[in-house]
């Protein structure tokens, strides 16, 4: 094709990406026709500055392909639509991003510009663990318990106890004692049953000293707190009736209940996705080939951890119903226009 010389024609061909006011050069640059053939697959963005001379603006991609793998193929900043002609497909090829955050003690909001500013939120959160748990113990630790008689010492070191509740906040469990507000229901005559046979006897925490307590018939309980020790629980209890049938009883296996309260500090990772388009989460941290719908989101729970730190990518595919190909760059990232009268080419479509 031969354009015709005419003064206020300025041409230019063009091979590589760049600024096409540039590659028009000095002379030509503010006639009010710009006319631009490309002459080679172009790799990467071209962009047009705004010029109160031009009047038309034409970019002939002669059977020739923008590619940006980075972002938008064409950055239009006039204040004219660019008429863009021809067979070769205009194409972002950006369909990833990524989002880190290395610190550790990271809370808050991270907004992800590339992926249209979706979220990710960490935030902090504490998880109510209480719990009913047993211990089988020997009644009396080698005393006898008959009718009217006392245990013995009990003694219960804290490693006995389940380890969901020793891996509690430290300043619940007193970093390896119970806990503040650790009831003691009850017990059972033997290592069987469901259910304790008293309820709702809370101990004072006074680590250090000794606390006698009482409730129901003839309960009570002593705990010594001091630290490095195990605790050492006394049932004060009067026997059964089916205890005074067989008389004194030693070493008679008992289950003792517990109520034992937690305060698990956690952290929740909640990635929202503000695409118009699904994206699929990789990274396993904290998301593993996690697929969040448009508009969707996702969460991921750190169990007693305190790590506010991630790092992921995200990954979209598919094309719209015109078969063009999703991105994450729009075709023209500019101010201005793009007429597609005379294009015949395959866009890339936004995913934003």
Same mark, same amino acid.
């Given at each position: 094709?031969?354009?015709?010389?005419?003064?206020?024609?300025?041409?230019?061909?063009?091979?590589?990406?760049?600024?096409?006011?540039?590659?028009?050069?000095?002379?030509?640059?503010?006639?009010?026709?710009?006319?631009?053939?490309?002459? =080679?697959?172009? %790799?990467?963005?071209?962009?047009?500055? #705004?010029? /109160? $001379?031009?009047?038309?603006? !034409?970019? +002939? *991609?002669?059977?020739?392909?923008?590619?940006?793998?980075?972002?938008?193929?064409?950055?239009?900043?006039?204040?004219?639509?660019?008429?863009?002609?021809?067979?070769?497909?205009?194409?972002?090829?950006?369909?990833?991003?990524?989002?880190?955050?290395?610190?550790?003690?990271?809370?808050?909001?991270?907004?992800?510009?590339?992926?249209?500013?979706?979220?990710?939120?960490?935030?902090?959160?504490?998880?109510?663990?209480?719990?009913?748990?047993?211990?089988?113990?020997?009644?009396?630790?080698?005393?006898?318990?008959?009718?009217?008689?006392?245990?013995?010492?009990?003694?219960?070191?804290?490693?006995?106890?389940?380890?969901?509740?020793? =891996?509690?906040? %430290?300043?619940?469990?007193?970093?390896? #004692?119970? /806990? $503040?507000?650790?009831?003691? !229901?009850? +017990? *059972?005559?033997?290592?069987?049953?469901?259910?304790?046979?008293?309820?709702?006897?809370?101990?004072?925490?006074?680590?250090?000293?000794?606390?006698?307590?009482?409730?129901?018939?003839?309960?009570?309980?002593?705990?010594?707190?001091?630290?490095?020790?195990?605790?050492?629980?006394?049932?004060?209890?009067?026997?059964?009736?089916?205890?005074?049938?067989?008389?004194?009883?030693?070493?008679?296996?008992?289950?003792?209940?517990?109520?034992?309260?937690?305060?698990?500090?956690?952290?929740?990772?909640?990635?929202?996705?503000?695409?118009?388009?699904?994206?699929?989460?990789?990274?396993?941290?904290?998301?593993?080939?996690?697929?969040?719908?448009?508009?969707?989101?996702?969460?991921?729970?750190?169990?007693?951890?305190?790590?506010?730190?991630?790092?992921?990518?995200? *990954?979209?595919?598919?094309?719209?119903?015109?078969?063009?190909?999703?991105?994450?760059?729009?075709?023209?990232?500019?101010?201005?226009?793009?007429?597609?009268?005379?294009?015949?080419?395959?866009?890339?479509?936004?995913?934003?």
């Amino acid at each position: 094709m031969t354009i015709p010389l005419l003064p206020n024609i300025g041409y230019a061909e063009i091979s590589s990406a760049g600024t096409l006011n540039d590659a028009m050069g000095s002379a030509k640059t503010n006639l009010p026709i710009q006319f631009f053939r490309l002459t =080679n697959n172009i %790799s990467g963005n071209l962009t047009i500055a #705004n010029d /109160a $001379s031009h009047k038309k603006i !034409i970019i +002939d *991609t002669n059977g020739k392909t923008i590619i940006n793998s980075s972002g938008s193929p064409l950055t239009n900043n006039s204040s004219i639509d660019v008429e863009l002609k021809g067979s070769g497909n205009v194409q972002s090829t950006l369909k990833t991003f990524g989002s880190n955050v290395d610190s550790t003690s990271n809370t808050g909001t991270t907004t992800i510009t590339a992926a249209d500013n979706s979220t990710m939120v960490v935030a902090g959160t504490n998880t109510d663990t209480t719990q009913t748990t047993f211990l089988d113990v020997t009644s009396g630790n080698g005393s006898s318990l008959g009718f009217g008689q006392t245990t013995g010492v009990i003694p219960v070191s804290f490693s006995d106890l389940p380890s969901a509740f020793q =891996n509690v906040n %430290s300043s619940l469990n007193g970093g390896g #004692n119970f /806990a $503040s507000g650790v009831t003691y !229901i009850g +017990d *059972t005559s033997q290592s069987v049953g469901s259910a304790p046979s008293q309820v709702n006897i809370t101990l004072n925490r006074s680590c250090g000293s000794t606390t006698s307590l009482s409730g129901g018939s003839n309960y009570g309980l002593f705990q010594n707190c001091a630290s490095g020790n195990p605790f050492q629980i006394i049932l004060l209890r009067a026997a059964s009736f089916d205890e005074q049938e067989a008389g004194s009883i030693t070493d008679r296996p008992r289950r003792v209940w517990f109520k034992l309260p937690g305060d698990r500090n956690d952290r929740v990772l909640t990635f929202t996705n503000n695409l118009a388009i699904p994206v699929v989460l990789t990274g396993a941290d904290p998301f593993d080939s996690v697929t969040v719908a448009a508009g969707a989101t996702s969460a991921v729970t750190r169990s007693s951890s305190t790590d506010g730190s991630f790092s992921f990518t995200g *990954t979209i595919s598919g094309n719209d119903g015109s078969s063009q190909p999703f991105a994450l760059s729009p075709v023209n990232n500019g101010t201005g226009g793009i007429n597609t009268d005379a294009y015949t080419g395959t866009f890339s479509a936004s995913g934003l």
